[in-house]
C-alpha cells in the first residue's frame, strides 16, 4: 500500500486536497471553522469545528459532490505571503487559525496562505497549480478529535479522504484499503470472538476470549514441542522485578522510558518487567556449570509490560502487555557459530510450517558513535558483530546492516516478514550478547579448571503470542488452518428428529478434536451459512443418507463441494491435515 507522506507528487496532491474538502465544507456549512488539515500516510484530513452540526455518511456524500463541482471549476491556487499582523486580521474570524499564528515566529517563519477562488487557509505548502487536478478523490471516513488532543478541549470532527492523479490509480487504492479491513485482525478477532479490549482494563491490554485462549494455547504447544526437542528447559519467572534488578542489567539507564513506573512495596521498589533476560540470568546462576553443561537454553512463555504510547496501541499488534515466546542460551564462545545457526534453522521451520515466505533478515548493528545507548566496548561489539555475519554467510542467507538498531547489550538479527497488507513486521529476533553475563557475574568453568564468562543468546521465534496471532489472523483472513482452528468441526443434523442421535454418536467419536453440534431448531442454509461466517475449517452435514449408510458428508471451508466418506476416511483427512498444519 502507498505511503502518502513519502511520495512527493502524492504529499502535494493530499495537501491540495484538504483545502478542496474545507472550501467545500465552507460552502455547505458557511460557519464552519477549520483547524488543521495534514497529509498522513493513508491521505489526508481535516479538523472542523461544525458548531451544532452532525457529520453522517450523507454528508460524506454531499461535500464530494460540492469538492468535484469546485475542482471542475478549476480555480488557480495561489500563494500569498504576510506578516504576522497581516495574517491575525486576515484569520481573525477563526479562532483555531489565531492560536497557530500566535505561536509562530515571525523573525524564523515564513506565514503564507493560499487562496483558490473564494476560500483562503493558512498554510505552509506547497499545492498543485489549480484545484483542477484534485479530480480523483474519495472521502474515506468521519470520526470525532478533540482540539489539540487534549480531551479537556471541545470535539472537533474530522473527515478523511484520499487523492490520487487517476483514476485507476484511486481504484487500486481503495481495492487495497478494503482488502486491508478484510485483514484487520482487530476486526476479525471481534467477529470470531478471539480477543478484546476494555477501558476498565487499560488501552493495550488485551483480554483473550476462550478462542483466543485456544489459539494461543495451540501456538505455545506447537513452540514448547520444538524447543523440548532441541534440549531447552523451560521456566516460570515473576512478571515484577526489583528496580535493583534492572539496573544491575543496565536496562533501568537504557531502557526505561520503555518501561512502567515504579512501585513501592514495604522497603522494596518494584517495576513491571519489560524483558526476561535478568531473570533468566538468575537461574543461571543458581547452579554452578562446567563447560561440559553447555549449552544451557532457558525458555519461557512469559507476560511482560512495556509503555507504548496511546497512539500507537493496536489490537494484539501493538500492547502495552505481552507473552513472549522467549529463551535465553548460554554458551562458550566455540559454541556460539553453532548455537545462533540452530536459532535461524529453528525459526526457518517454523516459517515453513506457517507458509511465510515473504521475509527478509537484518542484522541490526551499534551506532560506534552513540556511547549513550551502546555498552562502550569496542572489542566486545567487534567481536559480536563478526560472530554474526560469519554465521549468516556460511548459511548463505542474504540479509542487510542496519546501524544504530542493535540491542545496548548486543548486535542482533531481526527477521522482517511482509504481511498481506500494510508496512513489515519484525516476527523473531536473536541477539548476541556479552555484557549481561558479565553484569551478573555468571561464570562456568572451562577445562583447564578456569573460570570463564559465558556468552548470551537471546531469542523470540514468534516474537510475541500476540503479534504473531495478529499477524496469522489477517494473513488468513481468519480462516486458520485445521490444527489452530479455535471450532474445528461442526456438525449440523438435517433433522433433529431423524439425525441428532447419529450426530450426537459422531460427536462423541471425534471427541479428540475441538467439535461443536448445531442441534439448534434452525433452517439447514442458515446453519451451513453461519458455519461459513464462523470460518470453520470443516462442517458435517448430516441427514438420512448419511444415517443409513453409517457415512459421513463434508464440506470444507471456502468450497460449496460436499463429499461423503466414511468415518474411518475422514478421521485419515484430519489426522493428515493436522500433520500438515494445514
Not at 488532543?149 to 481504484?171: A, H, P, S, T, W
Not at 543496565?250 to 524483558?275: A, C, I, T
Not at 438435517?494 to 461443536?516: C, G, M, P, T
Amino acid at each position: 500500500m502507498k505511503n502518502i507522506l513519502q511520495d512527493e507528487r502524492l504529499n502535494m496532491l493530499n495537501h491540495s486536497c484538504a483545502h478542496l474538502l474545507a472550501q467545500a465544507v465552507k460552502h455547505l456549512y458557511p460557519k464552519a471553522l477549520f483547524w488543521v488539515g495534514p497529509v498522513i500516510e493513508e491521505g489526508f484530513y481535516y479538523d472542523i469545528d461544525l458548531g451544532d452540526e452532525v457529520i453522517t455518511d450523507e454528508s460524506l456524500l454531499k461535500i464530494e459532490k460540492e469538492m468535484k463541482k469546485i475542482a471542475k471549476d478549476g480555480k488557480k491556487i495561489i500563494r500569498h505571503e504576510v506578516s504576522k499582523k497581516e495574517a491575525l486580521e486576515i484569520f481573525k474570524d477563526n479562532p483555531y487559525k489565531i492560536d497557530l499564528i500566535q505561536r509562530m515566529d515571525e523573525k524564523n517563519t515564513v506565514i503564507s496562505y493560499y487562496t483558490q477562488g473564494d476560500f483562503s487557509d493558512l498554510c505552509r505548502g506547497p499545492h498543485v497549480e489549480s484545484v483542477k487536478e484534485l479530480k480523483h478523490f474519495k472521502l474515506l471516513k468521519f470520526s470525532g478529535a478533540y482540539y489539540k488532543g487534549d480531551k479537556n478541549n471541545k470535539m472537533l470532527q474530522r473527515i478523511y479522504g484520499v487523492c490520487f492523479d487517476n483514476e485507476k490509480d484511486l481504484d487500486d487504492y481503495l481495492q487495497e484499503l478494503k482488502e486491508a479491513s478484510e485483514r484487520d485482525h482487530r476486526k476479525i478477532g471481534k467477529n470470531l470472538n478471539i480477543f478484546i479490549t476494555h477501558d476498565l482494563v487499560g488501552k493495550g491490554m488485551p483480554l483473550w476470549l476462550p478462542n483466543g485462549a485456544i489459539i494461543r494455547k495451540e501456538l505455545e504447544n506447537y513452540i514448547y514441542k520444538k524447543e523440548q526437542k532441541l534440549g531447552y528447559k523451560h521456566v516460570y519467572t515473576p512478571c515484577v522485578g526489583t528496580v535493583d534488578l534492572y539496573k544491575t542489567s543496565g536496562h533501568w539507564d537504557h531502557y526505561q522510558e520503555n518501561m512502567f513506573p515504579s512501585m513501592k512495596v514495604d522497603e522494596e521498589e518494584f517495576v513491571l518487567r519489560p524483558m526476561n533476560c535478568p531473570h533468566h540470568m538468575l537461574v543461571y546462576a543458581n547452579t554452578l556449570h562446567s563447560y561440559r553443561d553447555l549449552p544451557i537454553r532457558i525458555g519461557e512463555f512469559a507476560t511482560d509490560f512495556r509503555y507504548e504510547a496511546s497512539g500507537a496501541v493496536k489490537g494484539l499488534e501493538r500492547v502495552r502487555c505481552m507473552c513472549q515466546n522467549d529463551a535465553h542460551l548460554f554458551v562458550t564462545p566455540e559454541q556460539i557459530g553453532d548455537e545462533f545457526k540452530k536459532v535461524v534453522e529453528l525459526i526457518l521451520d517454523v516459517y515453513h510450517d506457517f507458509g511465510i515466505k515473504n521475509y527478509k533478515f537484518r542484522l541490526s548493528l551499534r551506532d560506534k558513535e552513540d556511547k549513550e545507548k551502546y555498552f562502550d566496548d569496542d572489542e566486545m561489539w567487534d567481536t559480536a558483530e563478526n560472530k554474526l555475519r560469519e554465521v549468516l554467510n556460511s548459511l548463505e542467507i542474504p540479509y542487510y546492516e542496519a546501524v544504530g538498531e542493535a540491542a545496548f547489550y548486543g548486535p542482533k538479527l531481526d527477521v522482517e516478514v511482509k504481511p498481506a497488507v500494510g508496512p513489515e513486521v519484525t516476527l523473531s529476533t536473536c541477539q548476541l550478547d556479552f555484557l549481561l553475563p558479565r553484569r551478573f557475574d555468571l561464570s562456568y568453568i572451562d577445562n583447564e579448571g578456569n573460570k570463564q564468562i559465558p556468552v548470551v543468546i537471546h531469542r523470540a521465534i514468534f516474537g510475541t503470542f500476540d503479534r504473531f496471532t495478529a499477524f496469522i489472523l489477517e494473513e488468513t483472513k481468519g480462516a486458520l488452518p485445521l490444527w489452530l482452528s479455535p471450532v474445528q468441526i461442526n456438525i449440523i443434523p438435517v433433522n433433529n428428529e431423524y439425525h441428532l442421535d447419529y450426530a450426537q454418536k459422531l460427536q462423541e467419536k471425534l471427541s479428540n478434536y475441538r467439535v461443536e453440534l448445531d442441534s439448534r431448531e434452525e433452517k439447514l442454509g442458515y446453519k451451513i451459512r453461519e458455519s461459513v461466517t464462523k470460518k470453520i475449517p470443516i462442517t458435517l452435514i448430516i441427514g438420512q443418507k448419511e444415517v443409513d449408510n453409517n457415512t459421513i458428508s463434508y464440506r470444507l471451508y471456502g468450497s460449496e463441494e460436499t463429499k461423503t466418506v466414511s468415518f474411518e476416511e475422514f478421521n485419515n483427512l484430519l489426522e493428515q491435515r493436522i500433520l500438515e498444519k494445514n
